[in-house]
């Protein structure tokens, strides 16, 4: 059973940087998509990037591509975002999800992701 854990949170000025971690465990021989969503205040959840365990193919929201990056340390087993450029709109709870199905079809559609973590909060405000 896959086990993601989010961390990396925090309070940032707008224009500043962050990055999230998101360590999976549990996961058995072979591959899978590892994405990151956000749920902002009084919105739905919405998929920000994903990335493929196999061959890292990546694919972003449009609107976020640029300022977020999503990687990977596959020895470590760890997920990241790094957010850069902050505005107070990307106050956040930020969650990392698996897709076992996805390792080459690669989706930010949270109705895909079977597998979640349990967020990390993430406050952009001077």
């Known amino acids: 059973q896959l086990q993601l854990a989010e961390s990396g949170g925090g309070l940032v000025q707008p224009g500043g940087s962050l990055t999230l971690s998101c360590a999976v465990s549990?996961?058995?021989?072979?591959?899978?998509?590892l994405g990151w969503f956000r749920q902002r205040p009084g919105k739905e959840r919405e998929g920000v990037a994903s990335?493929?365990?196999?061959?890292?193919?990546?694919l972003y929201h449009n609107a976020l591509r640029g300022r977020f990056a999503i990687s990977r340390d596959a020895a470590k087993n760890t997920v990241y975002l790094q957010m850069k450029y902050l505005r107070s709109e990307d106050t956040a709870v930020y969650y990392c999800?698996?897709?076992?199905?996805?390792?080459?079809?690669?989706?930010?559609?949270?109705?895909?992701?079977?597998?979640w973590g349990q967020g990390t909060r993430v406050t952009v405000s001077s």
């Open positions: 549990g996961a058995t021989s072979g591959h899978y998509a």
């Open positions: 999800a698996a897709d076992p199905d996805g390792s080459t079809w690669l989706t930010i559609a949270r109705s895909e992701y079977d597998f």
């Open positions: 990335i493929s365990t196999y061959d890292n193919r990546t």
